[in-house]
């Protein structure tokens, strides 16, 4: 016992020491890294992705990675990295990241959102520093600990770095998951982006919700605005307004009852109402107008009857019987394509979940329960192929700035999240279960 105790006291002192001596240096190197990739500004609506490519091809180089860039779609380049494995017929897996950033309003920033200034808290201040070009050099940073340690992958391991991913992502993930090259890489599961976490668990993310935006149209004869009659395409309009506002209220209720997580109830926003007559000076206001139109925001998570939501729509919110119709300006299925709803497993039937909760604890991390992301990432068009997707940044103690004004994410947390990284990969890479895809 006592020369046990004694061995991990120098083994503890040496392991002390060796940190202290290499963090310093390497800490600022890995932190500039990240600098240099937050000031490319890929914002919309101007993404200059191409010095992106440049710079994550720069990466792949210095870290001996095969790489490609493929641009599906002209003028938007989509680099994907390759660390191949030694077991060339297991699954590989995929790390996926989107290099373009929503645009910032420089004025609203307390420092500038392309300059990466990094502040006397050691808070890093950039679009991007937290969605999502954290997580695309965490990988990178934890592929180096990894191959500087003389690690091996078993499997193949991936990163793509796509395109477009705030704008839709179909120029980027969805072409990148519809391409034959997609098939060739065998991809047995795939890791993206999730959120900050204020609290000290890291947030982790298996389903998303579906977006079904939905605008309502109503017609009616128009008249007299002193006139009292029925059927006016306002009153009719305003009828479903209601209905639409009490489904929204039972949903909130659950949510704020604690009965269920934000992720897990349909959200509904109305996000715009078009009527009125104009006029030269604002709208006629003796007029009742013909039409009345209204848009809504709709999330179903994968958990809901989708089926049913439309249903409601159909007969509660547009009937026909009140002159009224809709359209779906996007609307995205729950089920992927063998008609499964799009979750991953969190429990034992995905060693995938095993995996990364183990190596999240052995990096001294702590996951939150699993959750559905409220919005929507490029992980659906991998989840629609039916592969098992999860969404992991790992940002812990820090609040959510996501598209927000001084998105920052402290260097900390950022150099912490490379160690999480660094075990989920090595957990990944490492496993050399005997499954197919098919399997999952
Ligand atoms: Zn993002």
């Known amino acids: 016992m006592r020369t046990q105790r004694g061995v991990s006291f120098i083994l503890l002192l040496q392991l002390s020491l060796y940190c202290s001596s290499i963090a ?31 710079f994550i091809n720069a990466q792949a180089k210095s870290l001996s990675l095969e790489s490609q860039t493929i641009e599906f779609v002209v003028g938007k380049p989509l680099v994907l990295l390759k660390w191949p494995g030694k077991r060339r017929d297991l699954p590989s897996i995929l790390l996926n990241s989107h290099t373009d950033v929503v645009p910032a309003e420089h004025g609203k920033w307390s ?87 204020p609290d000290a668990n890291y947030r982790v993310f298996y389903a998303e919700r579906s977006p079904m935006w939905t605008v309502i149209k109503a017609v009616g004869a128009p008249g007299h605005g002193a006139k009292l009659y029925d059927n006016t395409a306002m009153e009719n309009l305003l009828k479903s307004i209601e209905s639409v506002r009490k489904f929204r209220e039972s949903q909130f209720d659950m949510v704020k009852a604690g009965l269920k997580a934000e992720g897990e109830v349909v959200s509904v ?25 209204a848009g809504f925001d709709i999330r179903v998570p994968p958990i809901y009857d989708q089926a049913s939501l439309e249903k409601r729509i159909a007969e509660e919110w547009a009937p026909a019987a009140r002159n009224m119709t809709f359209y779906y300006k996007q609307k995205a299925s729950v089920l992927d394509k063998s008609g499964r709803p799009m979750l991953t497993a969190t429990d034992n039937s995905n060693p995938w979940w095993l995996l990364l909760e183990e ?82």
């Open 24 to 54: 310093a240096d390497d800490q600022s190197e890995i932190i500039s890294r990240f600098q240099s990739y937050l000031r490319i500004d890929t914002a919309h609506p101007n993404p200059d992705y191409h010095a992106a490519a440049d």
């Open 269 to 293: 926003n109305m996000v715009f109402l078009k009527a009125g007559t104009p006029s030269p000076t604002g709208f006629v206001m003796n007029l009742q107008p013909s039409e009345a139109e």
């Open 111 to 197: 420092l500038h959102p392309f300059g990466a200034e990094v502040d006397a808290s050691g808070r890093i201040f950039a679009r991007g520093s937290q969605d999502m070009k954290c997580v695309g050099m965490q990988y990178l940073e934890a592929i180096r600990k990894l191959k500087s340690s003389g690690f091996e992958p078993v499997r193949d391991v991936y990163l793509s770095f796509v395109p477009d991913e705030e704008i839709g992502g179909h120029d980027g993930a969805e072409k990148l998951a519809h391409s034959d090259l997609f098939k060739q890489l065998n991809v047995g599961i795939v890791l993206d982006e999730g959120l900050a976490s």
């Open 359 to 440: 190596a999240v604890k052995k990096a001294n991390g702590k996951l939150a329960k699993p959750e559905i992301f409220p919005a929507s990432t490029d992980a659906r068009y991998f989840r629609e192929l039916g592969l098992p997707a999860i969404g992991f940044s790992p940002m812990a103690n820090t609040p959510i700035l996501l598209h927000d004004h001084n998105e920052f994410l402290n260097q900390d947390e950022y150099l912490k999240g490379i160690d999480i990284y660094t075990s989920v990969i090595k957990a990944y890479a490492s496993y050399g279960g005997e499954w197919t895809r098919d399997e999952l």
